[in-house]
T-cell receptor, first 113, second 112 residues
Framework: KQEVTQIPAALSVPEGENLVLNCSFTDSAIYNLQWFRQDPGKGLTSLLL?????REQTSGRLNASLDKSSGRSTLYIAASQPGDSATYLC????????????FGTGTRLKVLA | DAGVIQSPRHEVTEMGQEVTLRCKPI?????LFWYRQTMMRGLELLIYFNNNVPIDDSGMPEDRFSAKMPNASFSTLKIQPSEPRDSAVYFC??????????FGQGTRLTVV
């Protein structure tokens, strides 16, 4: 059974710092991995999608990497800003016969001005 | 496209009443998912459809919950009768194949 873990659960950093959020999954047989952002009281906003054949994806100040063999993905945020404060969730689609997303528990990020 | 549209945004109902949540997926998407989010349990998948057919409903908590997708542009999640422990935010999401999933803004359900 696929399990997704995100560490740390919460993170507080000063503005301008580069930071890394971690996502681990137990079954390396995945179709893809997607990173989301959720603001309080809002829905999930897609940030980056990495297909299983890819190693990384970039969008602006965000860079996500995928290492299937070790069951890990990282989301790198460069030059963090207060507007980046949100909960970040990763989700994987397992290649084990179903196409449903398995979500991690999220990392709650606060960037201090 | 306006994205995934859910209605209502907020619903307050009394225990025992029937509640119906609605979702319009992005046009052309062939997968539709219903999730429930609470502080205690995070995001839980309730049920998902592929080409309007329910594929996995193992996350539906009880027989009080039911979901339908009568066509490619509409789905409902019904709770009958509702209970206070059903209070949560319910999200609908849609996706085309293994591509990016998009979420609606959610319905915040409060059962008193």
């Amino acid at each position: 059974k696929q399990e997704v873990t995100q560490i740390p659960a919460a993170l507080s950093v000063p503005e301008g710092e580069n930071l890394v959020l971690n996502c681990s999954f137990t079954d390396s047989a995945i179709y893809n991995l997607q990173w989301f952002r959720q603001d309080p009281g809002k829905g999930l906003t897609s940030l980056l999608l990495i297909q299983s054949s890819q190693r990384e994806q970039t969008s602006g100040r965000l860079n996500a990497s995928l290492d299937k063999s070790s069951g890990r993905s990282t989301l790198y945020i460069a030059a963090s800003q207060p507007g980046d404060s949100a909960t970040y969730l990763c989700a994987v689609i397992s290649a084990s016969g179903t196409y449903k997303y398995i979500f991690g528990t999220g990392t709650r990020l606060k960037v201090l001005a | 496209d306006a994205g995934v549209i859910q209605s209502p945004r907020h619903e307050v109902t009394e225990m025992g009443q029937e509640v119906t949540l609605r979702c319009k997926p992005i046009s052309g998407h062939d997968y539709l998912f219903w999730y429930r989010q609470t502080m205690m349990r995070g995001l839980e998948l309730l049920i998902y459809f592929n080409n309007n057919v329910p594929i996995d409903d193992s996350g539906m908590p009880e027989d009080r919950f039911s979901a339908k997708m009568p066509n490619a542009s509409f789905s409902t999640l019904k709770i009958q009768p509702s209970e206070p422990r059903d209070s949560a935010v319910y999200f609908c999401a849609s996706r085309l194949g293994n591509t990016e999933a998009f979420f609606g803004q959610g319905t915040r359900l409060t059962v008193v």
